[in-house]
T-cell receptor, first 115, second 111 residues
Framework: DAGVIQSPRHEVTEMGQEVTLRCKPI?????LFWYRQTMMRGLELLIY????????DSGMPEDRFSAKMPNASFSTLKIQPSEPRDSAVYFC?????????????FGAGSRLTVL | DAKTTQPNSMESNEEEPVHLPCNHS???????IHWYRQLPSQGPEYVIH???SNVNNRMASLAIAEDRKSSTLILHRATLRDAAVYYC????????????FGKGTLLTVNP
């Protein structure tokens, strides 16, 4: 398995632009998580899905952020409009719910810079 | 709120054992203890987890106190590749699948 695949790996954009981050979870995994990491705040859980359904989006910072999971093999995290404070590394992770203790496998991350 | 307490940083020498402590004094009976690590410029990776008994795998050992209020991740022979931030996390039992990461422990391994 290729693991959790995220794209793009790096994104530089200007304030006000729309940003879309993509994630392909491990095949067979039915839970998907979006995290954001900054030096100041560490790793923060933004939202997670079970069986393509958003379960907890309490970590989504504001209405500018939205996440979708149209099918079991694809998810997007969108920021519109982007702001400099959104600059961070965004990680996607997936797991197999109900198996063992729900071990997460993380992608390599998408580093976002908003100028 | 990760509800675990770890030292900010630790230092070790290559080839020596490393004991990374974690306090989770408010742990409930159904909470798992997970350890992840994050190598520089990479996403976190799973290391080990346990519930009550000590656990061993190819990466590390996990020693869990009898009262479950603390645990220790043991790297038997540290290598330079083990330099990373190590996160100790309580994973609630039941249907809550969230993993909340704290600040972790930055492990430095000296050659």
């Amino acid at each position: 398995d290729a693991g959790v695949i995220q794209s793009p790996r790096h994104e530089v954009t200007e304030m006000g632009q729309e940003v879309t981050l993509r994630c392909k979870p491990i095949s067979g995994h039915n839970s998907l998580f979006w995290y954001r990491q900054t030096m100041m705040r560490g790793l923060e859980l933004l939202i997670y899905f079970n069986n393509n359904v958003p379960i907890d989006d309490s970590g989504m910072p504001e209405d500018r952020f939205s996440a979708k999971m149209p099918n079991a093999s694809f998810s997007t995290l969108k920021i519109q409009p982007s702001e400099p404070r959104d600059s961070a590394v965004y990680f996607c992770a997936s797991s197999q719910q109900g198996v063992g203790a729900n071990v997460l496998t993380f992608g390599a991350g998408s580093r976002l810079t908003v100028l | 709120d990760a509800k675990t307490t770890q030292p900010n940083s630790m230092e070790s020498n290559e080839e020596e054992p490393v004991h990374l402590p974690c306090n989770h004094s408010t742990i409930s009976g159904t909470d798992y203890i997970h350890w992840y690590r994050q190598l520089p410029s990479q996403g976190p990776e799973y290391v080990i987890h346990g519930l009550t008994s000590n656990v061993n795998n190819r990466m590390a050992s996990l020693a869990i106190a009898e009262d479950r209020k603390s645990s220790t991740l043991i790297l038997h022979r540290a290598t330079l590749r083990d330099a990373a931030v190590y996160y100790c996390i309580r994973r609630p039992g039941g249907s809550n699948y969230k993993l909340t990461f704290g600040k972790g422990t930055l492990l430095t391994v000296n050659p």
